[in-house]
């Protein structure tokens, strides 16, 4: 089983930036692939950015995209979401989650393991 704890949500001003955090526990972190995914107020969750499992392929969302980034250090157990210059539309709930898929996963259906979320919220 794997776990995940999700940090580093907060209130920030549109344009600013967030880093948040994902520690996973297990001694197979290595081989899982891991998402970050977001769920909106009256939205479905949806998928933000993915990182497989020796990071060498990534995955960023049409709406992120040149301004989120995501990456991993297997040493640490550790998954991070970088996001910058955050607009009023990127709040929402994020979560990190784990697959045991070989190869990049982009669907919310392909994770078994979840975090509880962190909020972000981009005030105008």
């Known amino acids: 089983q794997v776990q995940l704890v999700e940090s580093g949500g907060g209130l920030v001003q549109a344009g600013g930036s967030l880093r948040l955090s994902c520690a996973a526990s297990?001694?197979?972190?290595?081989?899982?692939?891991l998402g970050w995914f977001r769920q909106a107020p009256g939205k479905e969750r949806e998928i933000v950015a993915a990182?497989?499992?020796?990071?060498?392929?990534?995955f960023t969302a049409n709406s992120v995209k040149g301004r989120f980034t995501t990456s991993r250090d297997n040493a640490k157990n550790s998954v991070y979401l970088q996001m910058n210059s955050l607009k009023p539309e990127d709040t929402a709930v994020y979560y990190c989650?784990?697959?045991?898929?070989?190869?990049?996963?982009?669907?919310?259906?392909?994770?078994?393991?979840w975090g509880q979320g962190t909020q972000v919220t981009v005030s105008s």
């Open positions: 989650a784990a697959t045991a898929r070989v190869f990049l996963s982009t669907s919310v259906r392909e994770y078994d393991y």
């Open positions: 297990g001694r197979t972190f290595s081989r899982y692939g």
């Open positions: 990182v497989n499992w020796s990071g060498g392929s990534t």
